[in-house]
């Protein structure tokens, strides 16, 4: 993770107060960033935790699915703990045959 290899970035981000304030539990808020070029394409996955998004430059653009999608087997079949969230299923160019 990029903080844990130039922690100093992490000074530079200010928690907005309503993240604590709409915390359903007492768990740390945790903080991660993602830098990619443009065209950066991130395969079809869900995160374990709620997100606040914030694109700094240029665009980005995102597929909401219902949560009860998290626990469909044809989305997410993986069962190896480093891709249980990640899709085999290439949104952008669906083959129902092979879905």
């Known amino acids: 993770p990029l903080f844990e290899q130039i922690p100093e970035l992490k000074n530079d981000i200010c928690i907005p107060d309503y993240i604590t304030v709409l915390s359903k539990s007492d768990e740390e808020v ?28 240029g665009s980005k653009y995102i597929r909401l699915y219902e949560p009860n999608q998290a626990n469909n087997k044809n989305l997410y ?21 092979k879905n």
């Open 30 to 57: 945790v903080t991660n960033a993602w830098f990619g070029p443009e065209g950066t394409v991130s395969p079809c996955h869900y995160d374990p935790k709620h997100n606040f998004l914030c694109q700094v430059i």
């Open 77 to 97: 079949p993986f069962d190896d703990k480093l891709l249980y969230n990640t899709s085999q299923v290439d949104v952008e160019n669906f083959d129902e045959a």
